[in-house]
Nanobody, 123 residues
Framework: QVQLVESGGGLMQVGGSLRLSCAASGHSFSRLSMAWFRQDPEKEREFVAAISRSGDGSYYADSVKGRFTISRDNTKNTLVLQMNSLKPDDTAVYYC????????????????WGQGTQVTVSS
């Protein structure tokens, strides 16, 4: 069993930065591919970024590319999403997710989810 707990959300003005963290417990973190998704109540869950088990490969949704950076520390069982140049459209609940084997941008492929953390960007 894998438990995921996000932190770091909050209220930020347009152009600001936030850093989200996801702490993982349970099975070996280095065996899990990790990702961030987000969801606005009026929209479907949306892929944000994913990272490989070793951390040497990552990819992003076009909407956040160049502004967000995903990273992980396998010695600390931690996943991080650094969000810069925030926009109102980034407002959503952000979730970290984990799955065995390779990473994916399809939320239905993920086995474990955190409870989510709210990010609100005001203009």
């Amino acid at each position: 069993q894998v438990q995921l707990v996000e932190s770091g959300g909050g209220l930020m003005q347009v152009g600001g930065s936030l850093r989200l963290s996801c702490a993982a417990s349970g099975h070996s973190f280095s065996r899990l591919s990790m990702a961030w998704f987000r969801q606005d109540p009026e929209k479907e869950r949306e892929f944000v970024a994913a990272i490989s088990r070793s951390g040497d490969g990552s990819y992003y949704a076009d909407s956040v590319k160049g502004r967000f950076t995903i990273s992980r520390d396998n010695t600390k069982n931690t996943l991080v999403l650094q969000m810069n140049s925030l926009k109102p459209d980034d407002t959503a609940v952000y979730y970290c997710a984990a799955r065995w084997l390779y990473s994916s941008s399809d939320w239905k492929q993920y086995d474990y989810w955190g409870q989510g953390t709210q990010v609100t960007v005001s203009s």
